[in-house]
């Protein structure tokens, strides 16, 4: 062989590296198709999580932006502009303070439920394919992301079998009141961060706990020192899922954090040695936490409470929101053994909180008494009774009759902050409190090899299976004018500039702000559904005052009556549009009596002119 020839490495090297470059990707194929193998019931039951929330919300998936939520449509118009305002992230176009409503006086999104965080997460959603259909994802995504993480916290946590975890998460993503909720309450149905932050409490008391004292070799016991590396990291990362959770929604932050401190003294109380041992480091974790989160959440606080257009106050009255102690054993009738007659016991049917039913009610304490003296049994039971008294409110209600027995929440209501979660809402940390102690059940069972390993899982199904959940019922709505949807809007207002719909959005009738939802709230709208300090006093109110012209058109819009136009009425229709900044009043066909708004309208602000499908007045 000629000593010219050349050797294999320098004849191909591209050869080479393309050889090593299949070698690298069949193995990180072959690492990935283990790992799935590996976790193959984990994926199968966040499958079954997926299926089973995109049934529930399947009829807005027909068509996201022409369905709506039948029972709570409202809500889904103001969480659709939410998203819509929270994805002008994305093009640098947000602040807390937003003056793409109630010009020019803006909304503080801080002070309102603006699920910040969900709607920067996708906001590419949002401005590819729109609001509705941003919204349509979190509502199925709130309830297989909170099942799974549940189910992820009781497999890893608790050592659970996956069945036991299955259904423990099953109930606490799709409960009832989970899919209550999920009538336009997108803030209420994202706990999926709930059991990261019980998790990360979890590692950070195992970390601070020095253990007991442990003979050295002289035989003479010495302490063990708590894992201060992993209280470090527990801490960093409870307080990233705090700062977090406050921009997706703190009322449920507030429940988690009353539920967790309840059950540390109930757990205190039994296992006195562990708090001794370890309350000292836990308790300076808490404090890194807290102080790592208030560096990030100190601005947008004061700004919710004492910035522009902040509210201090809660909006509603909690005796108007308490739950019915009946309602606890009946069955919501968004379940399959639900009855229509059950929903007088509550506000409203995105309220079905404490609808558990006396089956699972009756399974819940037979599991408790079963499991034994558990230290995190005690520590549920005592939460879960705390929470679930605090849910009747500052007085007792029995079949919708006020008794005039104070309850619990009467010690506690006035307090900064409580007022700001409804008394009926405290019910819904009894659900995974319920769920841990179900887990707890079937996962000794399994563990078992006498009768008890069929029976109690069954009975725990059967109990389950009344409150199965039923989809969601849709209805169609209006479609939004083609003058906005076609971009023809930028004929009589520019971007950022004032709107004004007619009639205007309020509370009650938020329609109009779906115009400003489908341009990405590229325009203002002036009043609107949120809340603002526009009560007594400078308190909380929902909505803002109307000015005299709008008053004037929400009139004719009610009742089509034709109303006397003067010089008066003129000027302040002038004045109402300058006080508003507003560029151009427009008005649909299919508004209500929109010919005796347009005569109206003609009138105070001279003829119209035909833009698409609109009616446009230039002020």
């Not at 136009?565 to 009596?593: K, M, N, T, Y």
Request: hydrophobic share 50%; with cysteine; glycine share 10%.
């Amino acid at each position: 062989m000629s000593s010219a020839a050349p050797t294999a490495p320098d004849s191909a090297p591209e050869q080479a590296l393309r050889l090593a470059g299949r070698v690298d990707r069949r193995l990180r194929i072959a690492r990935l198709l283990a790992a799935v193998n590996r976790n193959r019931t984990d994926l199968l039951v966040a499958l079954v999580y997926v299926v089973l929330a995109g049934w529930l919300t399947h009829g807005l998936w027909l068509d996201p932006a022409g369905r709506t939520l039948a029972l709570n449509p409202e809500d889904q118009t103001l969480y659709e502009w939410f998203l819509a305002v929270d994805a002008r992230a994305l093009l640098g176009d947000f602040h807390l303070l937003t003056d793409r409503l109630n010009a020019p006086g803006g909304v503080n999104l801080m002070a309102n439920t603006t699920v910040i965080a969900l709607g920067v997460a996708v906001a590419p959603v949002t401005l590819l394919l729109g609001a509705p259909v941003s919204f349509a994802l979190l509502a199925a995504a709130n309830l297989a992301g909170t099942a799974l993480a549940w189910y992820l916290l009781f497999r890893r946590t608790l050592r659970a079998r996956r069945l036991a975890a299955a259904l423990g998460g099953g109930l606490c993503g799709f409960g009832p009141g989970m899919v209550s909720q999920t009538n336009s309450h997108l803030h209420m149905t994202a706990q999926w961060l709930v059991p990261v932050i019980v998790w990360l409490v979890v590692r950070l008391l195992r970390a601070a706990d020095p253990g007991p004292p442990a003979p050295d070799e002289s035989g003479l016991a010495r302490p063990v020192g708590p894992d201060r590396r992993r209280m470090f990291t527990s801490a960093v990362g409870l307080a990233a899922a705090v700062s977090a959770q406050v921009f997706i929604g703190e009322e449920v932050l507030f429940l988690t954090a009353l539920t967790l401190l309840l059950m540390a003294i109930g757990y205190a109380v039994t296992d006195r040695e562990l708090a001794r041992r370890a309350l000292p480091g836990f308790a300076g974790g808490l404090a890194i936490a807290a102080g790592l989160a208030l560096l990030v959440l100190a601005y947008p606080l004061w700004f919710q409470f004492a910035g522009p257009r902040g509210v201090a106050d809660g909006l509603f009255r909690p005796a108007n929101f308490s739950a019915d102690l009946s309602s606890w054993w009946a069955v919501s009738p968004l379940s399959v053994a639900g009855s229509v007659e059950s929903a007088r016991l509550t506000t409203g049917p995105a309220e079905y909180n404490t609808f558990l039913g006396w089956p699972l009610l009756l399974a819940a304490v037979a599991c408790a008494v079963w499991v034994g003296r558990r230290r995190l049994v005690f520590a549920c039971v005592v939460a879960g009774l705390v929470m679930g008294t605090l849910s009747l409110g500052p007085e007792v209600v029995l079949g919708g009759t006020r008794t005039a027995l104070p309850g619990p929440y009467a010690l506690i209501g006035g307090l900064p902050v409580v007022d700001g979660a409804l008394p009926m809402r405290f019910a819904l940390a009894v659900l995974p409190i319920v769920a841990t102690l179900l887990v707890l059940a079937v996962d000794r069972a399994l563990r078992g090899t006498g009768r008890a390993r069929r029976l109690v899982p069954l009975a725990v199904g059967a109990a389950l299976l009344p409150i199965f959940p039923t989809p969601l019922p849709t209805i169609g709505r209006p479609a939004v004018p083609e003058f906005v949807t076609g971009g023809h809007w930028r004929q009589c207002v520019r971007p950022g500039g004032v709107l004004v719909p007619v009639p205007l959005p309020t509370p009650r009738e938020p329609g109009p702000m779906r115009w400003a939802t489908a341009a990405n709230a590229a325009f203002g709208l002036p009043e609107g559904f949120f809340i603002g300090p526009y009560g007594r006093g400078g308190t909380a109110a929902m909505g803002t005052f109307k000015q005299p012209t709008s008053a004037l058109l929400a009139e004719v819009a009610r009742r089509g009556d034709q109303p006397a136009i003067g010089d008066e009425q003129r000027r302040q229709a002038v004045r109402d549009a300058d006080f508003w900044g507003a560029s151009c009043v427009a008005l649909a066909d299919d508004a209500p009596h929109a010919e005796s708004l347009r005569n109206t309208l003609e009138q105070l602000y001279g003829p119209a002119t035909r833009v698409a499908d609109v009616w446009i007045w230039r002020v």
